[in-house]
């Protein structure tokens, strides 16, 4: 199965910028969809935004015209753009990669959204 090993969280300031990325142990050019999960503290895991293998994207209402996701196939790596960050975006963000016979999840990183 296919290992994902996210990167790039950190403590942000309201405001600001991050970029998030997720490497694959190998090609994902025909995993279907690659997504980002975020769960907050004392909340249930959400769906951030998905990427499909043909390039179709879809985004959560909360980050939508915040966060832009893409995929790199050559590099086998996902990233997460986001901007704009609110406090209400502190989370663990998780990779994962979905297919009929795939459900694979990355570690997680922490972003932390704080003056």
């Known amino acids: 199965q296919v290992q994902l090993v996210e990167s790039g969280g950190g403590l942000v300031q309201p405001g600001g910028s991050l970029r998030l990325s997720c490497a694959a142990s190998?090609?994902?050019?025909?995993?279907?969809?690659m997504n980002w999960y975020r769960q907050a503290p004392g909340k249930q895991r959400e769906a951030v935004a998905t990427?499909?293998?043909?390039?179709?994207?879809n985004y959560a209402d909360s980050v939508k015209g915040r966060f832009t996701i893409s995929r790199d196939n050559a590099k086998n790596t996902v990233y997460l753009q986001m901007n704009s960050l609110k406090p209400e975006d502190t989370a663990v963000y998780y990779c994962?990669?979905?297919?009929?016979?795939?459900?694979?999840w990355g570690q997680g990183t922490l972003v932390t959204v704080s003056s």
């Open positions: 994962n990669a979905r297919s009929i016979v795939l459900n694979a």
């Open positions: 990427i499909t293998s043909g390039g179709t994207v």
């Open positions: 190998e090609s994902i050019f025909n995993i279907r969809f």
